[in-house]
């Protein structure tokens, strides 16, 4: 197979499946519950309707291919995915607020607060923390309860130990030069526990019980492929533009932020980000699971351009 063959089939798949995620977020919130009052279920529908490449649900989807074929569990995946979007885009919405990272763009268009306020903003951030609890207790289907705790504590645990604590330190890393270890560390909770979470996600709607040594192999790839993306991310802060990125490119240098590339340059960044990658992929090969999809996107992460 060339790598033209490659680059064209996870480029299908990556449209088909954040098609599915879009149509389904589409449909959960033309329930009316999501009408009152207007401006606050505008301002989340702004911020999560049609945008963002949906990655984190494409790995809980691909997870859950991986280790399952059951078509009935399926609906149950994409309320766990689209679910995982909502926390995503909660996580941007509040990243870019002026007292946070201070963006006017996001997905390539005005930012939460700038189009609906700050107070708004905040709020629509703070209604959809706990809206995917709400989505995987009532819109779950055939996924027992037990799964639904296991997934509920998952999502939890990597708000309140992963992006919160890894938004903290990276704000208290901005004007200083940090030593990698602690970027490395910032990356892992700001970023990679909730790819990782993603994955695992995937798993457990997928597996009936517990199965110590696929979980730990996931969480082992997810964590990789997690940090491996958010070096990505800041090597294109640098080297790609606005239009491209739909948010503000070369920012981390303006706001004097610690990562990778300011660290230890771009090219030595991306070194890392590759090997990270590698790592993951042999990780996963020593698994049996049906994987292509997965090492695909790793590849991918490490591709992408925006
Ligand atoms: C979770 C309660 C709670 C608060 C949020 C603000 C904050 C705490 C955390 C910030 C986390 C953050 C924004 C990390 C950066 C992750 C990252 C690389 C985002 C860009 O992801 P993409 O490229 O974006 O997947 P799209 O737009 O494609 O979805």
Redesign the pocket.
Known sequence: MTSTQTTLQIDEYLSYKKTLVDNNLKRLFLDNKFTKPPKLWDAVKYSLID??????AILCIAAYESLQKDKALFDDCLTVASSLEL??????I??DLPI?DNDDL??GKPSCHKKFGEAIALLA?DAM?SLPFHLIIEHCKNISQDTKLKIINEISKT?SFG??P??VM?LEGTGKSCDLKIIDEVYKL??AMLIKSSILCGAYVALNENNTDVIQKLTSFGTKIGIA??IM?DILDITSDTKTL?KTSHKDEKQKKSTYPMAIGKEKSKEIALSLIEEAKLNLKTIKLNSDALLQIADYIVSRK?
Request: proline residues 0%; charged residues 30%.
């Open positions: 945008s963002g490449k949906r990655i984190r926390v995503h885009a909660m996580s941007l509040h990243d946070m996001r997905r951030g923390i708000l992006l919160v890894g938004q990276d700001k970023t993306f958010q991310d739909g925006n």
